[in-house]
């Protein structure tokens, strides 16, 4: 089992980022994908176990639905169930054996929270440690590789280039 997982209450964190409040303003299944491609880039980055919940407890016979979006856990609670009592039993169910944190800024969801053992991001702190994370990620794997030249020369054979040049030579 993973030592540290991160419980992310999804609408929570859409509607209290101002990119993604805008976003879902439009459209709301596109502010949904842009989360989970955020917490799929936080998942990768941290090396930890991240479930993001969403609420669906007002639509009428909706079933818990749990799938897997590119290493993270995605799930839609039932009808009837919030994604805070959701997180809630989570919290308490694993926090026994590892290391919980939950983003989210309900006032009485982080009381909960930290009542299981768990421990909780705001969602302001939780955009600023990904603001953070994103610019390392840029740092490391855009800003820092050396840019090489991009000459035909480079991509072929070096017999080729021989003959090339000696072409070139002779006029």
Not at 46 to 72: L, M, P, T
Not at 131 to 157: C, F, G, T
């Amino acid at each position: 089992m993973t030592s540290e997982y991160l419980l992310v209450d999804g609408y929570n964190i859409i509607f209290a980022w101002e990119k993604l409040k805008k976003l879902a303003d439009d459209n709301l299944s596109e502010a949904r994908d842009k989360l989970l491609e955020i917490m799929s880039n936080y998942q990768g980055f941290k090396k930890i176990e991240v479930i993001v919940v969403f609420d669906a407890h007002k639509v009428k016979g909706s079933v818990r639905k749990i799938y897997n979006h590119h290493n993270i856990e995605v799930v839609y609670t039932k009808e009837a169930e919030t994604a805070d009592h959701f997180i809630e039993r989570v919290a308490h169910v694993i926090g026994r054996e590892c290391r919980v944190r939950v983003a989210t800024s309900d006032a009485l969801e982080q009381t909960i929270i930290l009542s299981k053992g768990a421990t909780r991001v705001s969602a302001k702190e939780f955009e600023r440690e990904v603001q953070a994370m994103e610019e390392k990620i840029r740092r490391k794997y855009i800003e820092d590789k050396p840019v090489k030249e991009n000459m035909l020369e480079s991509h072929l054979d070096p017999q080729v280039v021989a003959f090339m040049e000696k072409l070139r030579r002779q006029k």
